[in-house]
């Protein structure tokens, strides 16, 4: 009998039932992860969102496997062919894998060429010939001659021959080998340490699929396969460019050809399991036969189909943890803050979309100028952005990374060169995502009487202001930080980044005045409904004055209160606390505090040293704790704190713009944009992403990109090789790397870092992400690690 649900996601989280019990409880009464993390920690001991997520997604899969465990009992009972031992095998069963195993001889399935030969009669048979190999086969099988009958089943052939005789006795024995649970498990298991994945070309599609060349003569050990090779293995059969095949190692090894070749790893384990053994006895050759073919008609495949259906598994919950990564590192990027911001969606043709919001991100205008061809109307593009940042004192420049993006760079700093004004700035931002926020029914309702085309324009300024806010209104699919994204399960995918979104937008706290229906929505223990409902309570009667205003919004109850009401900000209300994260649950604990101190909680609020004296344990009661108290203490010396970090830019170097530009030596400044398990890319400002590969990032050894980087943070780099051609760039953090033996020699290498004089090894390719996209287009040569 296995330990409890509690139990053992408690073994897993290395941490207490009693702690995982009452964690269960919250979650079965509807509190959501950031409630609880936050505002539950004597219930749950401390844990943090991260083993709270872990906890959830547990919960549900041992919860489905009781479920499964009990129907799988219900069933084999009612075949009145469950006996204790079975019971208790089934009980003891800790994966859904291995109860399908257990469950396999008594799953009810159709009529079998198995079932067929045991109503002939034929299972003495084979009983006798695997329990006595001294017997021969022939001889044996003539026995059990019989006519066609009928059955309740159907038409029975009956057994007109010998030979009909061994092929029935074969077929029961091949079920049973294939049908025992503990020798499937234990081939399972030797398979997936030693076979290995091979991978060729389909037939005629060299030229078609020549994106998945890498893969066309490739060979792993199929536990050794990282995500994102897995990822591009399983899309190039989808695609039918590839056939994936599972071999043994002896089947890689040319062998000479025999009459009957020796049994292979795998069949010598079906037959030690069974005793067959070759010795020169009547039945050997026959039992070894039937062994082979069990292993090359009936369970070869399958097991081939398990392992790779349990990879592709693995490596898709491995690119969802990257996306999710990338996805938190990006909601959670620096915000430029509250700004009177102008956005720029750069065009050629089409010219470039100008929109400007003030600081709370209401539109105040929009525009669209023509610098570039074919109107080439630069001093009037310049003169009209001159007029509209003296009418509105514009502060900030948010330019979108897609075409003519540096170019619109360059028109910008000759504008605010023209201007003569030293605070404003120019910023380039990632517009991934602009386009379908733009063509979305959100951004219909937001902004209804703007032209798609100047939506984008509205969101880049936005997203320059406050990444989260603007970010949480675009499917996290579209942002472009994942990893194969398409190529995983879309509902665990969506699941996952969800979960991520809730997570930073209760870490940051939303402006309950301010907010968008889309960032409420976010909140927890809020719906959309409840978000729409909110937003028109605040235009029909104004700015909320507190939080206990929240409660006259319709349908807004006592349990979402108790689950938002601590992440929704009221600024400059009647209660400065509602501008914090103190929950309304816990203001006496803060009454305690203010009596103690004898000063009104706004003096008290930002004063470090006077919190500081005080003991937290004089605070604590029956309900709040330790843990609620300290954080109570931290939130009043920083109330509101903002958990991301302070906003910078990068600068792209002037005169490099294009691929063409780019020569190896060079050090650049850029912004990592997408970080994966080989590497991370990096927006250099010429329309491409380099590739700094994990082995160049660092000195010393590192096992993942993050220990080092992460989406969004400014890096510096020095480029290493440039393929104009594939458009691919190697980038290197290791600034007194030296560029590989041939390239061309970069501009001024005299003023730059010394050049290491020793032999360059070559560069050693790891094969490369296929598809389309940012992977695609940006992969560049990794180097040997």
């Given amino acids: 009998m ?45 844990l943090d969102d991260t083993q709270l997520r872990t906890l959830s997604e547990r919960l549900v899969y041992l919860r489905e496997l009781e479920e499964r465990r009990t129907a799988i009992l219900k069933s084999i009972e009612e075949q009145n062919k469950l006996t204790p031992a079975l019971r208790a095998s089934i009980e003891a069963a800790d994966s859904k894998q291995r109860l399908e195993d257990l469950y396999l001889p008594y799953k009810p399935k159709r009529r079998t060429k198995a079932q067929i030969a045991r109503e002939a009669g034929l299972e003495p048979l084979a009983d006798a010939l695997l329990g006595n190999p001294t017997l021969t086969p022939a001889v044996e099988a003539a026995k059990y001659l019989r006519e066609p009958f009928k059955t309740e089943n159907g038409d029975n052939p009956g057994v007109p021959d010998a030979k009909a005789a061994l092929d029935g006795a074969r077929q029961i024995l091949t079920e049973k080998f294939a049908e025992d649970a503990e020798l499937i498990g234990s081939l399972r298991t030797w398979l ?197 940042v003296k009418k509105h004192k514009v502060e900030l420049i948010g330019i979108g990374n897609g075409t003519a993006s540096r170019e ?26 602009a386009s379908v926020y733009s063509a979305s029914e959100l951004a219909s309702k937001e902004l209804p009487d703007l032209d798609v085309s100047l939506r984008g324009a509205v969101s880049i300024a936005r997203r320059l202001q406050d990444p989260l806010a603007e970010l949480v209104k675009i499917d996290p699919k579209s942002i472009g930080v994942g990893q194969y994204q398409h190529d995983v399960n879309q509902s665990r ?38 978000a729409e409902n909110i937003v028109k309570h605040r235009n029909e009667n104004g700015a909320f004055a507190d939080r206990s205003a ?104 002037e005169g490099v713009e294009e691929l063409k530009d780019l020569q190896p030596g060079m050090l650049l400044e850029g912004v990592v944009t997408n970080v994966t398990n080989f590497g991370a890319f990096v927006d250099i400002g010429v329309h491409q992403d380099g590739l700094v590969h994990i082995s160049m990032m660092s000195h010393k050894f590192i096992k993942d990109p993050r220990e080092v980087v992460k989406a969004g943070d400014v890096v510096k780099v020095k480029v290493l090789e440039v393929d104009v051609a594939r458009k691919r760039i190697a980038l290197t953090m290791k600034l007194d790397e030296a560029a590989p033996r041939g390239s061309r020699p970069a501009e001024n290498q005299s003023s730059g870092p010394r050049r290491d004089s020793r032999p360059q090894r070559a560069p050693q390719r790891e094969p490369e992400p296929v598809g389309g996209g940012l992977m695609a287009e940006a992969f560049a040569k990794a180097l040997k690690k």
């Avoid at 889309?518 to 959309?528: F, I, K, Q, Y």
């Fill in 408 to 433: 619109t760079d360059r028109l910008t700093a000759e504008l605010i060169k023209r201007l003569g004004d030293a605070k404003l700035t120019k910023v380039v931002v990632s517009e991934a995502g």
């Fill in 192 to 388: 997936h340490d030693n076979a290995v994945m091979v991978s060729a070309v389909a037939e005629g599609k060299e030229e078609a699929g020549a994106k998945f060349r890498d893969y066309f003569d490739y060979k792993e050990p199929i536990k050794a396969i990282p995500s994102h090779r897995a990822l591009a293995l399983f899309r190039g059969r989808t695609e039918e460019m590839l056939k994936l095949a599972l071999k043994l190692p002896e089947e890689l090894v040319p062998a000479e050809k025999a009459a009957l070749p020796p049994l292979n790893a795998c069949e010598l384990k079906i037959a030690a399991r069974y005793s067959v053994a070759d010795q020169g006895r009547p039945g050997d050759a026959w039992l070894k036969e039937t062994v082979r073919w069990t292993w090359q008609v009936k369970v070869a495949w399958q097991l081939e189909a398990e392992l790779f259906t349990a990879l592709r598994e693995l490596a898709e919950e491995e690119a969802i943890r990257v996306f999710g990564s990338n996805l938190k590192d990006l909601l959670l990027a620096a915000p430029a803050g509250a700004r009177v911001t102008m956005g720029l969606d750069p065009g050629i043709r089409t010219g470039v979309k100008v929109a400007l919001v003030d600081r709370t991100g209401k539109v105040l205008d929009t525009s669209t100028v023509y610098p570039f061809p074919p109107r080439n109307d630069l001093e009037g593009t310049l003169h009209a952005l001159a007029v509209l």
């Fill in 2 to 46: 296995l330990p409890s649900i509690e139990s053992r996601i408690a073994a897993e989280l290395a941490v207490k039932p009693i702690q995982v019990a009452a964690t269960v409880a919250l979650i079965d009464e509807g509190a959501t992860v950031p409630f609880i993390a936050r505002y539950r920690k004597e219930a749950t001991g401390g």
């Fill in 550 to 653: 929240l409660k006259k919004v319709t349908r807004l109850g006592p349990k979402a209160f108790e689950q938002a009401a601590g992440f929704l900000r009221v600024v400059e209300g009647s209660n400065p606390l509602d501008s914090s994260a103190v929950h309304p649950e816990a203001y006496p604990v803060v009454e305690r505090i203010l009596a103690e101190l004898k000063r009104p909680i706004k003096d008290v609020m930002s004063d470090s040293s006077a919190l500081k004296r005080l003991d937290p344990g004089r605070f604590t009661d029956d309900t709040f704790g330790l843990p609620t108290v300290k954080d109570i203490l931290r939130e009043l010396e920083k109330p509101g704190r903002d958990p991301r970090p302070e906003f910078k830019t990068a600068a792209f170097k």
């Fill in 493 to 530: 995918l969506a699941r996952s980044l969800d979960g991520i979104v809730e997570d930073c937008v209760n870490a940051v706290g939303v402006d309950v005045n301010t907010a968008s229906p889309a960032l409420l929505a976010r909140v927890s223990g809020l719906t959309t409904t409840l």
